[in-house]
């Protein structure tokens, strides 16, 4: 049994990543033969991209996936760290399981993801979860093959935590939620150390792949008619530094580019690593697409100071500008309200922040703190009240600037990727270059293809639009 630790997960020593291909020991390929898995996924892409693994793995085990965790052999959660709100949504679906698994005791319940890798969650798991049968982290998700092969002979509650700067496993089987986009890891974990947050702690260290293994991955995505793929790290644009000379994210882009998929995203950019090289790359690029997410978290230079996060407000803006100057790019961020100490004054910071930026859109969010993280041994004397009202001011902003945006493409054709029908009855939906959410009608043929888009009406958070030609 190995528990999480966060003085080891802290540590990093800049020693060479191993790496290493995913091996499944003989005879687990029938361990799932007639039994059934549900899986619950919180969080952001990567997490989603950890689940599409997790279940590569499951059905190379012949395990087949069901909706209807009631029918389910098998119960996995893959968890969310970063704010509580999927704490506490994590934590009620075991309040769930535990009710199910009284009735079905034969049941095997797993939680894995970012929250596994924190010590308060596998302590509260140990006294209050007892019923969950085993728990990994984000540092072995390649071994769910031989933990499930142990859970399914010996039902007592196995921790299996590493604490570690992370290692690479390559060619972990992967089932891909959609035909026509796909995720691709770049880097792993992160070394920036923000104050508030624990990502460091849960994802290990910062860890590039080699570009010939991404290369190659995109290459075969080519070839099974795949039209875009996202590039994922939780600092996207850090890649290479831990690798190479002179390799970066915009050589990267580059070579990617030249695999001629149609469309290429990455998400998520840290601001101190934004180079003008790859603001260049992304100009001259057709298939490198104009849309950067780019959280500022304040508009405060003392807050950003507070948070660790190394750059400010006036850097923020230009690059921001820097980016603009790309015909019809979008922009999005990421705004955290009522971090410890913050004053109505530098709150309003952040509001003529927004009004500068005028962003396409935003994640927003009131400061939780996180175990263990230097912003949670911080005093906090903003109150719940204040903080929501915030948080409304702050919102209302953003969608004034969402709509404002979303109003600016009225009348135009953009070119859309179809992904599916939409929840609109007899509509499909899909999403333009600038990642803007529309929604029209269609033949179901055109799913997977891009279409030009004429949009017909806005709203704060999509379009309506009409096929033309």
């Known amino acids: 049994m190995q528990i999480p630790n966060y003085e080891k997960a802290r540590k990093r020593s800049h020693e ?28 952001c892409q990567m997490n989603e991209h950890d689940s599409e693994n997790i279940k590569g793995m499951l059905n190379i085990m012949n395990f087949q996936e069901t909706l209807d965790m009631n029918k389910a052999d098998l119960i996995l959660l893959n968890t969310c760290s970063i704010r509580e709100n999927a704490h506490n949504k994590a934590f009620g679906m075991l309040g769930r399981i535990k009710h199910l698994k009284e009735s079905k005791p034969n049941i095997i319940v797993a939680l894995c993801g970012c929250m596994a890798q924190e010590v308060g969650v596998v302590e509260e798991i ?3 979860y007892k019923f969950v049968n085993f728990v990994f982290g984000t540092h072995n998700l390649d071994e769910l093959p031989s933990l499930l092969k142990k ?29 026509y986009k796909a995720y691709v890891n770049i880097i792993y974990g992160c070394d920036k150390f923000c104050t508030y947050c624990i990502v460091p702690y849960t994802r290990g260290g910062q860890r590039s792949r080699k570009k010939e293994d991404i290369l190659e991955e995109i290459r075969e995505l080519v070839k099974e008619g795949y039209q875009e793929v996202t590039l994922l790290g939780q600092n996207v644009n850090a890649y290479g530094k831990d690798l190479y000379e ?29 180079t003008e ?10 298939n490198i697409l104009n849309f950067v997410h780019l959280p500022v978290q304040s508009g405060s230079n003392e807050i950003l100071r507070k948070m660790g996060r190394r750059y400010t407000k006036e850097s923020y803006k230009k690059l921001y500008d820097s980016l603009r100057s790309i015909e019809g790019i979008s922009i999005t961020t990421d705004i955290i309200v009522g971090f410890p100490g913050e004053t109505r004054e530098q709150f309003e910071e952040t509001l003529e922040l927004v009004n500068y930026c005028k ?16 912003a949670s041994k911080l005093k906090d004397d903003i109150s719940l009240e204040e903080k929501e009202q915030r948080l409304y001011e702050l919102n209302e902003l953003i969608n004034k600037y969402s709509k404002k945006s979303n109003e600016d493409m009225l009348n135009k054709t953009y070119k859309v990727l179809v992904e599916g029908e939409s929840i609109k009855e007899g509509m499909l939906f899909g999403y333009t270059e600038t990642n803007k959410l529309v929604n029209f009608k269609g033949n179901k043929d055109n799913i997977g293809k891009i279409v030009d888009i004429k949009i017909l009406d806005a709203k704060s958070f999509s379009l309506d639009g009409e096929i033309v030609g």
């Open 16 to 43: 060479k990543v191993l790496i290493r291909k995913f091996r499944m020991d003989e005879g687990l390929e029938n361990l799932g033969l007639g039994k059934k898995f549900f899986l619950k996924t919180y969080g």
């Open 126 to 128: 140990k006294q209050k």
């Open 151 to 179: 859970s399914f002979h010996d039902s007592r509650l196995n921790i299996e935590v590493k604490s570690i700067e992370g290692d690479i496993v390559e060619e972990i089987p992967v089932k891909r939620e959609s035909k």
């Open 246 to 274: 002179d390799y970066t994210l915009a050589e990267l882009l580059l070579d990617v580019s030249k695999t001629n998929i149609p469309r290429i995203r990455f998400i998520t950019s840290h601001p101190w690593d934004f």
């Open 277 to 286: 090289n790859l603001v260049e790359v992304i100009r001259n690029h057709d």
């Open 359 to 374: 962003f396409d859109s935003a994640f927003t969010f009131i400061y939780s703190p996180r175990e263990n993280t230097p």
